[in-house]
């Protein structure tokens, strides 16, 4: 089974390309909606600003697409601001509208601790995911962003605690999502990908 | 649950071969860049650094051809940088497969250069990093390899390319590098105390009590060290699990 990658025009498309392959995956980079057509599960990766993520999928005409897609039930896996794009805004890029899939708004950081949080962190598990499935309660995952979901929405899988709690996974039905770098997480990172793509299997 | 303090190798790199530097007297030869990550990966390293020495533009092509190699071996994030002087370059070595570009002497001389990277590719992208030497009273940021001084006082060169969205600060004592005298954990702290993103010391490391001390009096998020790790005088493993059986907050699973 093909992969769909969001192709928006930046980002750590290589590295997630990389790792997915050596996973086995096959994967396809997207920059026209009509791949999206036949696409049996969706990777929205994504480093940067959120204006010029929102920016890179309209210009595209990816916008819409993905929608359909979230719709139709198609597994899609958002990394990072792949993640942050799911939500209806960020406070990055006010005015800008996000893909929507879920109400909340995107935070900054608080100003109590360092930001850009980056580095190596744990996350604390609510409940049972499938994306963190057999990976061990101290794991540890590649955080590289100023931004976040919150934590307390029913979506969230699992917060990490930066100043506050934020989302650091979340699973609501087909759409799945991770603040860390999975592609930049060890060993420990290739097993959240590998978990994805047993899910969509 | 706690931010780990990270430790980075850095491959300093001149003509496709990582080198060791001797007080830019000589060069002496310490392997094969992509060799050389495809071990620190499989050691626990949190991150590398690679930085073009040369910093020529007749050796750009085979620094990026360095970064595209070094890449494919990683799993963990990659930063890379060393004679940066416009937007073009930073992309191009961010297109290479590095998460994150440093910028030293060209920001120094044009500080809109951290602005311009970070809009494009946002302030976790930008590294500056800064050469420091002390002074009677302070310390001095240099460049060009340490070589002329600026005038500039360090902490307030920092401040200014943080609030200009520089993510993270590469810090080294030009007085401690190469010296095996441990970090300038005094500089780390000051610098530290100053901005409000991490700062990665480096510079004069040699035992595994000088990270130690890097980390809890120097207040560094991440220490860097080159030779030590290439020679194998340290493991990066015997490393970090020294550290967390002291308490510092250390990544030890792969």
């Not at chain 1, 979230?70 to 006010?94: H, K, N, R, T, W």
């Not at chain 2, 370059?89 to 951290?114: E, F, H, M, S, Y």
């Not at chain 2, 007085?175 to 100053?194: M, P, S």
Request: glycine letters at 10%.
């Amino acid at each position: 089974m093909k992969i769909a990658i969001i192709d928006y025009g930046a980002g750590n498309l290589p590295s997630v390309e990389r790792a997915l392959a050596s996973l086995g995956a096959e994967t396809e980079r997207v920059v026209r909606p009509e791949q999206l057509d036949s696409a049996k599960a969706i990777v929205l990766p994504g480093v940067g600003h959120f204006a010029a993520f929102v920016a890179g999928l309209r210009e595209r005409n990816l916008t819409s697409s993905l929608s359909k897609a979230f719709d139709a039930g198609v597994p899609i896996l958002g990394i990072c601001l792949g993640l942050q794009a799911m939500y209806a805004s960020s406070e990055e890029a006010p005015g800008d509208r996000g893909l929507g899939f879920f109400h909340e708004a995107v935070q900054a950081l608080p100003t109590n601790v360092k930001s850009p949080h980056i580095g190596w962190n744990q996350v604390e598990r609510s409940r049972e995911g499938r994306l963190l499935r057999d990976i061990p309660q101290d794991a540890y995952f590649y955080f590289a962003h100023s931004f976040a979901a919150p934590g307390s929405s029913e979506e969230v899988v699992a917060v990490c605690n930066h100043g506050v709690p934020f989302a650091a996974v979340i699973e609501s039905r087909n759409l799945m999502g991770v603040q860390f770098h999975p592609e930049k997480s060890g060993e420990t990172g290739a097993k959240v990908l590998r978990n994805f793509l047993e899910s969509v299997q | 649950m706690t931010l780990a303090r990270r430790i980075i190798p850095c491959l300093d790199v001149d003509a496709g071969r990582v080198v060791k530097g001797i007080e830019f007297e000589g060069l002496r030869d310490m392997g094969d860049p992509a060799e050389l990550a495809a071990r620190y990966n499989r050691e626990g390293a949190d991150e590398l650094v690679v930085l073009d020495i040369s910093a020529s533009v007749e050796g750009r092509a085979t620094f990026l051809d360095t970064i595209r190699r070094v890449a494919e071996q990683l799993s963990i994030p990659l930063t890379a940088g060393g004679g940066i002087r416009t937007m073009e370059d930073g992309q191009a070595v961010l297109r290479a497969g590095a998460d994150k570009v440093t910028v030293n002497t060209a920001a120094i001389r044009r500080p809109q250069l951290i602005s311009e990277l970070a809009q494009q590719f946002g302030s976790q992208a930008v590294v500056l990093s800064v050469d420091v030497k002390r002074t009677p009273v302070s310390w001095e940021a240099y460049v060009r390899g340490g070589r002329d001084a600026t005038g500039l006082d360090a902490a307030k060169w920092a401040a200014e390319a943080v609030s200009r969205g520089a993510g993270e600060i590469l810090l080294t004592s030009i007085d401690r590098d190469g010296t095996c005298t441990g970090f300038d954990c005094e500089l780390t702290a000051k610098i530290a105390a100053t901005v409000p993103v991490p700062v990665i010391a480096s510079g004069g490391a040699n035992t595994f009590e000088d990270f130690r001390e890097v980390f809890t009096r120097g207040k560094a998020d991440a220490g860097l060290a080159a030779s030590i790790f290439h020679s194998e005088t340290h493991s990066i493993l015997a490393l970090k699990r020294f550290l967390a059986e002291r308490g510092v907050p250390i990544r030890l699973n792969r």
